[in-house]
């Protein structure tokens, strides 16, 4: 029985999942494709909130236009991944969407679900971005007790971007 | 696939690099076995060398006892290795011993050997060993242009604060 979680967001980053997915992993009878929904943008504060904190967000964000803006780009980003991994031939594809830190919702889901595997993109953040948006591959990597496989698209081959640091700032 | 580096140390994590390979990754044609001789013991004083002190080093251990004993672990590792994964049918290993920092030496070996992925076990450290002697999966994890697998040996991810107590360097 083999269940493999990939971990997907917008960023081109992810699309390393795919390759991977198809040049090295055994087809595995169910794939987990997962999207975490930040609600708190891209900064580090919501690492900073508690669980309590972190509800009353949610609710505070129930029914808002923001949140349906959200839930529709989960949707879509998801929606794209399931495609691409269907038209490789591969049926069981379920798809979930969390709300909350992203590296801790994707080792939530991992143990619930039990996987065998965890798949993430490298979003390509280097120096001061990875360090004021944090890192999920690396939160990943650090605390899951199930083998982390991390994809690399071109993109995270890229040098690092003074401008990019200054607009995640 | 085609070619797989695997990079191991003395922590005996063959099970679970051959149930990845049986399970979840396809057998690779080629697998490099790397071990990397860490000259300076556990801290992170290799990283802060550059090129030429690392090469005085190097030649100033050479020929001395610690070196020798270095290399036969190294040795006795690879071969664990080798012979573990041979008697489970994968092909075509070849083992490579390099010294010097762990993680630059892995991904020049990769970079140098073109390899496809990258596996390598998780350093199971804690929070504060890791910050005193760095870590080398996330180095390689961080850094490598190509796809990287951590597996999870003894003792890693959330059970990682325990793991002090049990550091068994099974192969010695």
């Known amino acids: 029985m083999k269940k493999i979680l990939i971990a997907v967001d917008e960023t081109s980053g992810s699309k390393a999942v795919l390759s991977v997915f198809n040049n090295l992993v055994r087809p595995p009878e169910e794939v987990?494709?997962?999207?975490?929904?930040?609600?708190?943008?891209?900064?580090?504060?919501?690492?900073?909130?508690?669980?309590a904190?972190?509800?009353?967000?949610?609710?505070?964000?129930?029914?808002?236009?923001?949140?349906?803006t959200l839930e529709k780009k989960a949707e879509t980003v998801l929606g794209y991944f399931k495609k691409e991994l269907e038209?490789?031939?591969?049926?069981?594809?379920r798809t979930i969407i969390r709300e909350g830190i992203p590296g801790d919702e994707i080792l939530k889901v991992a143990e619930?679900?039990?996987?065998?595997?965890?798949?993430?993109?490298?979003?390509g953040k280097r120096g001061l971005v990875r360090l004021i948006t944090g890192c999920v591959s690396k939160d990943v990597e650090k605390n899951a007790t199930v083998p982390v496989l991390v994809g690399k698209s071109d993109a995270s081959a890229k040098k690092y971007d003074v401008k990019e640091a200054a607009a995640a700032v | 696939m085609k070619k797989v580096l695997i990079a191991v140390d003395g922590k005996k994590n063959s099970k679970e690099i051959l149930s990845l390979f049986q399970n979840l990754i396809w057998a690779p044609e080629n697998i490099i076995l790397l071990h990397v001789e860490q000259l300076e013991g556990n801290s992170m004083m290799t990283a802060m060398l550059g090129e030429a002190e690392m090469s005085t080093l190097k030649e100033?251990?050479?020929g001395t006892?610690?070196?020798?004993?270095?290399?036969?672990?190294?040795?006795?590792?690879?071969?664990?290795?080798?012979?573990?994964?041979?008697?489970?049918?994968?092909?075509?290993?070849?083992?490579?011993?390099?010294?010097?920092?762990?993680?630059?030496?892995?991904?020049?070996?990769?970079?140098?050997?073109?390899?496809?992925l990258i596996?390598?076990?998780?350093?199971?450290?804690?929070?504060?060993?890791?910050?005193?002697?760095?870590?080398?999966?996330?180095?390689?994890?961080?850094?490598?242009?190509?796809?990287?697998?951590?597996?999870?040996?003894?003792?890693?991810?959330?059970?990682?604060?325990?793991?002090?107590?049990?550091e068994s360097y099974a192969i010695r």
């Not at chain 2, 490579?96 to 630059?104: A, L, P, T, Y």
């Open chain 1, 32 to 51: 987990l494709l997962l999207h975490v929904i930040r609600l708190e943008g891209k900064s580090l504060m919501i690492d900073m909130l508690s669980e």
């Open chain 1, 53 to 68: 904190e972190l509800s009353t967000l949610k609710e505070s964000l129930k029914g808002t236009e923001y949140k349906e």
């Open chain 1, 87 to 93: 038209s490789s031939g591969l049926i069981s594809v």
């Open chain 1, 112 to 123: 619930e679900e039990n996987v065998d595997l965890i798949i993430v993109g490298d979003n």
């Open chain 2, 60 to 62: 100033s251990l050479k």
């Open chain 2, 65 to 116: 006892a610690h070196k020798a004993k270095l290399d036969q672990n190294a040795n006795n590792i690879l071969n664990y290795y080798k012979s573990e994964l041979e008697n489970s049918g994968l092909k075509n290993i070849r083992t490579v011993i390099r010294e010097g920092h762990h993680s630059d030496e892995i991904l020049k070996a990769a970079e140098e050997e073109n390899v496809d």
């Open chain 2, 119 to 166: 596996v390598l076990n998780c350093s199971g450290k804690t929070r504060l060993q890791r910050l005193v002697t760095g870590c080398a999966s996330r180095e390689v994890e961080k850094n490598a242009k190509m796809p990287v697998l951590i597996t999870k040996g003894d003792g890693c991810g959330e059970h990682a604060q325990n793991w002090a107590g049990r």
